[in-house]
């Protein structure tokens, strides 16, 4: 059984906005006129960062200071989490093709990795110590085709739609990850994804992957995942993210198609002057988990999930408190 229940603070020193530029800023090109369309050169758009920490337990870890519940901020002293080059563009009336290429390194690039691109069945959390400190986050082609307000079609390797935190860690508000994100959610998706901004203030984005970060579909079944974007007012936002399908290996499955699922929503809130408020609800479950099975449980359904809540406040460009309130709850033991 895991419960876990996470008070997280932090001060933060950097702001990501200054590390992405268009292509057309870094070449020293002359920005369109208010009200005239940018040029290709203004839309590419170039993001980078490096990131580094020390981390000190206070308390005591499992073997070699790694705590396997958070081993995104193990007890290591110096790390060298990230280092992060992209380049993206998307998709626009007037340029209707775009694309995503995001490649990282570091420790952080180590446990984000995807079966199938530089990492095996054979290898996991919390050590990963066979996968590769390099890591092909996404890469991704996508086209808006001129029909009603645009549907955006996304397709290869891309983040998922899943939860309030992100990969790229200068754009979370906490230097450490939640729980919800360690255990409860995957990480990236390779498939197709729709996109279509249903009204000013809904979109709705649906589509079919090869799984839980997985680039090489472990079973040979589609796993649908969608979202709904709502945009009540200028200062509330609020997500409802899903997942549903297969999950396990064939040898596992043996034909009966045990389905996880996940329901995931997000809500922010940024009505208060430099104050952001966000809150993080995960419920999800599986059909005939292996962990349960293999157990000899009579009842092998999963179930897992949490909330957690942030709030942050920027004093100043250059700083920046956050905290993080998270609990995790996992009575079956699965995740």
């Known amino acids: 059984m895991i419960g876990g229940l996470l008070l997280g603070l932090v001060c933060s020193a950097s702001n990501p906005a200054f590390a992405q ?48 519940l958070r081993f995104y901020d193990a007890d290591e002293g110096y790390t060298f989490n990230a280092a992060e080059i992209s380049l993206k563009q998307d998709s626009s009336e007037r340029y209707p093709f775009g694309f995503g290429l995001v490649v990282t390194g570091g420790v952080d690039s180590q446990k984000n990795h995807s079966l199938g691109i530089f990492r095996s069945l054979d290898d996991g959390p919390p050590n990963f110590r066979n996968t590769p400190k ?10 808006r085709i001129p029909i009603g307000e645009g549907l955006t079609l996304k397709a290869g390797k891309w983040a998922t739609l899943i939860g309030w935190e992100y990969y790229e860690n200068p754009k979370n508000l906490n230097f450490s990850r939640s729980f919800l994100y360690t255990l409860g959610t995957p990480y990236f998706h390779t498939g197709l994804l729709a996109s279509y901004p249903v009204a000013p203030w809904l979109s709705i984005s649906a589509g079919f992957t090869s799984g839980w970060d997985n680039a090489d579909n472990n079973n040979g079944y589609l796993r649908p995942t969608g979202s709904f974007a709502f945009i009540p007012s ?70 897992w999930g949490g909330i957690a809540g942030y709030a942050s406040y920027q004093w100043t460009k250059a700083l920046r408190t956050a905290l993080r309130l998270d609990y995790f709850k996992d009575a079956d033991g699965a995740r």
Do not use: C
């Open 21 to 68: 530029k268009s292509v057309a800023e870094i070449l020293g090109r002359a920005a369109t006129l208010e009200g005239q369309p940018k040029t290709y050169l203004e839309e590419l758009m170039v993001y980078g960062y490096v990131e580094n920490s020390f981390v000190y337990n206070l308390g005591d870890a499992s073997r070699h200071k790694v705590n396997s």
């Open 134 to 143: 390099v890591d092909l986050a996404e890469a991704y082609a996508t086209y």
């Open 234 to 303: 200028k200062t509330v936002s609020a997500n409802v993210n899903w997942i549903v399908g297969p999950e396990q290996n064939r040898n596992l499955d043996n034909g009966r198609h045990n389905t996880r699922y996940l329901v995931d929503i997000t809500v922010a809130y940024t009505g208060v002057d430099k104050l952001t408020l966000g809150l993080n609800v995960d419920v999800a479950g599986e059909e005939r988990d292996p962990a349960l099975v293999g157990a000899g449980r009579s009842d092998t359904h999963s179930n």
